[in-house]
């Protein structure tokens, strides 16, 4: 019950784009076509899980024995940066055009705060190991859910007849803070 409870509030309830706002700059950059937006969701969803998994392992296997907990931040950004090569050097290999279509934001999942955010917190909220990969599933989930969604709105606003001062990034975030509200409807589920 407690890991279904983590993946719907990873999802939905806590979302780290539209509950959180942490995660903003890919989510306004790279949501302008579905295809993009479906690639960074799943670039951030394997480094998010797996960084989840990983740091979870530093913590309690090298920072906590060896009393190294202010090195939290540090360990864990090495972490991520080292799985983001590791993904931009996979998807230039499988997806050249995925690859151009990404360009600078691929490389910034490493300083994505959500990616960052949802290990500290594993780490806060004292989950263990499955929980904390659960969790780190969830919320990578969320945010492809976001990214995706405010693509397909974003597509749809190309073909839609807009005032001239609300054209471009204006309506982007405007339609942005609607999501975001309408996803706190979920804040009391859980």
Do not use: H, W
């Not at 998994?53 to 991520?80: D, G, K, M, S, W």
């Not at 499988?94 to 690859?99: D, I, M, N, V």
């Not at 839609?160 to 609300?166: A, F, G, N, R």
């Amino acid at each position: 019950m407690k890991i279904l409870l983590i993946l719907v509030s990873g999802i939905f309830v806590n979302n780290f784009i539209l509950s959180k706002f942490l995660g903003i700059c890919p989510f306004l950059g790279v949501s302008k076509k579905l295809d993009t937006a479906v690639g960074m969701g799943v670039a951030v969803t394997f480094v998010m899980t797996l960084a989840s998994a990983i740091t979870y392992i530093v913590q309690y296997a090298i920072l906590n024995p060896l009393n190294l907990e202010y090195l939290q931040t540090i360990a864990f950004i090495l972490v991520i940066a080292a799985l983001v090569q590791f993904v931009e050097m996979v998807i230039k290999k499988t997806s050249p055009t995925l690859y151009m279509a990404l360009g600078v934001y691929l490389p910034l999942i490493t300083t994505n705060c959500a990616v960052l955010g949802v290990t500290i917190l594993n780490i806060q909220n004292e989950y263990n190991f499955i929980e904390t990969i659960i969790n780190g599933a969830a919320g990578a989930l969320g945010f492809t859910l976001a990214i995706v969604l405010f693509a397909g709105v974003r597509e749809r606003l190309e073909l839609s007849d807009i005032p001239k001062p609300l054209q471009g990034f204006s309506i982007a975030l405007i339609s942005a803070s609607l999501m975001a509200i309408s996803f706190l409807g979920f804040s009391g589920m859980i």
